[in-house]
């Protein structure tokens, strides 16, 4: 038996845990009592909160999952409670122009998608995902808190007035300062919180099982069920009290959404997985590029002479199987080279000069996804209109609905009924029947499906393009060109379909961005990968931040008002949509053919590690 402890040790030693004889002793002593038990274990390496190795029936799956979806439904409830009015609070109590509030709000929302690198880097390198999850949080509410007093203070705010809004008192600097500051602390929490929870609960279920590799599909699907429902109750609720009663209590509500979804996280501490931090990705990437620029005098070298550790070990990155040798970017595979001088002993390889066909392969993954990252982006500057030119369109047209007037900014509850319809029409119906057809358990590749989202954003653009046409048909008819303070009698609700259609292509381009880049990514960069996936958000509302800059600037020459303009019955945002309708047409294009070209990564274990992960008696008797 002492010979076996003795090849336990070692293993984990080989995989990163230095823990003491005594700490791998109480490990063992777990294993051999959930073995008499008849307990299983995880086979993808995970381990609980106290760092042994996971047991099915206790950790992880189903049960898990509603810890993390009560988490989202009310962080994003505090998110969306900013997020969905912040346009209309920009304009209204901050007095900025239609053009200049939008670029503001498509800024905002750009970096909120570019800080979930910072978690995802912190969680993967040192920290483990639920620790960065944790941090995230606390950095959320410190933002909040700063965002709630903003809009409390008068002195906060510049003076109010009667009249129309750009033509009040503007924001002075240091008033302006502060709100962006707030802002920015939010996104910084809220970015940065999103790639290691995501990450965190994927984590749950175990790919080598065979039935929960196909929960993780459903998990995704449900994860962004979770996220919407918040968004409905802050597009309802709190967008209501914002427009009608108060800001600074509409966003002290949103405050205390974050802090309650925070308390059902920690709730479920004892019973999630864990992959423990594989080490910096950022080093690892570093050393594949500075390895094979050394040797890029070397041939291109065949397969056998590559390196990588022997079969009947497990990567030496921790927590990550090893990767199958793919053809392309066969320039870094000299990375792989052994020559002399490579080993800093006889069985240690300098990571610097000499690195292994997994480590290689990582580098090689990343840079396969950079076309479909940028291409999916398309979808990104569609959706984000949906908080800038559809609010500001809807604010123009007729509110009543009976004695009740309708915030514009409530209108994307349609967008987001539409998600919750068809979230399980997609994991239910559509799924199953699919699935007979392409033999494919998930029913279509994460590919596909982002595909089918990037074709049917064409049609929401084309939607919301013809309303606006009508919109100011029926403006010119009753002479409110010049008149931009009365309601177009053009009823809100015309704006249901364009929310539909973004709303189903949502289903199919978001959630199919989040697993992509989720299950593509190497496992020791699992929140990298999914902070790339966020990565397509940032990148497509910064490009509608450019692109309304540069339209803004063509159309205003010589006095004329611009497509964008704050009296929009003079503008032609019209002309804005049938823009984005024809560049997502031709993006389309575009993705199908990177789509076609990506390779999707081969992983394997060595075999005696899943012969004896659930059989403590291999390594004990």
Request: hydrophobic content about 45%.
């Amino acid at each position: 038996m002492g010979d076996q402890l003795s090849g336990h040790y070692a293993f984990t030693r080989l995989n990163g845990h230095e823990s003491s004889d005594e700490e791998g002793r109480d490990d063992v002593d777990a294993r051999i009592s959930s073995w008499r038990k008849g307990e299983e274990y995880t086979t993808d390496g995970t381990v609980d909160f106290r760092g042994r190795p996971a047991i099915k029936a206790r950790t992880g799956g189903w049960k898990t999952s509603w810890f993390i979806y009560s988490n989202q439904v009310f962080v994003n409830l505090g998110f969306y409670g900013c997020s969905a009015n912040l346009v209309m609070y920009l304009t209204s109590v901050m007095h900025q122009s239609n053009s200049v509030a939008a670029t503001n709000v498509s800024n905002w929302n750009g970096v909120g998608y570019i800080t979930p690198l910072v978690g995802a880097f912190l969680a993967d390198a040192y920290w483990g995902r639920y620790w960065a999850s944790f941090v995230s949080s606390f950095v959320y509410i410190i933002g909040m808190v700063f965002l709630t007093v903003s809009a409390s203070l008068t002195s906060l705010r510049p003076e109010q007035c009667s009249t129309q809004d750009w033509l009040c008192p503007h924001s002075s600097s240091w008033q302006t300062a502060f709100l962006f500051f707030s802002l920015y602390l939010v996104d910084l929490g809220a970015g940065a919180l999103c790639a290691p929870v995501i990450s965190l609960g994927a984590d749950q279920f175990d790919e080598d099982d065979p039935q929960e590799k196909v929960q993780k599909t459903s998990f995704f699907n449900w994860y962004y069920q979770s996220m919407n429902i918040g968004a409905l109750l802050a597009g309802t609720f709190f967008v209501y009290i914002q427009d009608n009663v108060s800001w600074g209590l509409g966003y002290g509500a949103a405050l205390i959404a974050v802090v309650v979804g925070t308390i059902c996280f920690l709730a479920g501490t004892p019973f999630y997985r864990h992959h423990p931090p594989g080490g910096n990705p950022l080093a690892r990437i570093g050393q594949v590029i500075i390895a094979s620029a050394r040797k890029w005098r070397l041939k291109t070298p065949v397969i056998g002479d590559l390196y990588e550790v022997p079969e009947e070990m497990e990567s030496i990155i921790q927590g990550s199987r090893k990767i199958r040798h793919t053809n392309e970017f066969r320039f870094l595979d000299k990375a792989s080279v052994e020559m002399e001088g490579d080993m800093s002993n006889e069985s240690l390889a300098n990571p610097w000069r000499l690195c292994t066909i997994t480590q290689v392969e990582e580098v090689k993954v990343l840079l396969r996804m950079i076309p479909i990252m940028i291409t999916s982006a398309m979808f990104s500057t569609v959706y984000n209109q949906l908080s800038t030119l559809f609010v500001i369109q809807g604010a123009t047209m007729d509110l009543q609905m009976g004695h009740f007037k309708i915030p514009p900014a409530s209108l994307t509850v349609f967008e987001i009924v539409s998600v919750a319809i068809w979230i399980p029409i997609y994991d239910f119906v559509v799924v199953p029947f699919v699935s007979k057809i392409t033999k494919n358990s998930r029913g279509f590749t994460e590919l596909q499906r982002i595909g089918i989202g990037l074709g049917i954003s064409v049609f929401g653009m084309v939607a919301a393009a013809a309303v606006e046409t009508k919109r100011l048909e029926v403006a010119l008819e009753h002479g409110l060109i010049d008149d931009p303070t009365v309601p177009v009698p053009l009823s809100v609700f015309w704006q249901v379909p364009q929310y539909f259609l973004v709303g189903a292509a949502e289903v199919f381009a978001y959630v199919g961005v989040y697993e992509f880049f989720y299950g593509e990514c190497p496992d020791a960069m699992r929140g990298l990968g999914t902070a790339f996936g966020l990565l397509t958000i940032a990148l497509g509302s910064f490009f509608s931040s450019v692109l309304l800059s540069i339209v803004t600037r063509l159309t205003t020459r010589d006095g004329a008002p611009g497509w964008i303009a704050d009296n929009l019955n003079r503008g032609h945002i019209d002309y804005f949509f049938w823009l984005l309708a024809g560049l997502s047409f031709v993006n389309l294009g575009l993705y199908v053919v990177c789509a076609r070209r990506y390779k999707t990564m081969q992983t394997w274990r060595p075999p005696s590690k899943l012969a004896s992960s659930n059989s403590p008696s291999n390594e004990l008797e």
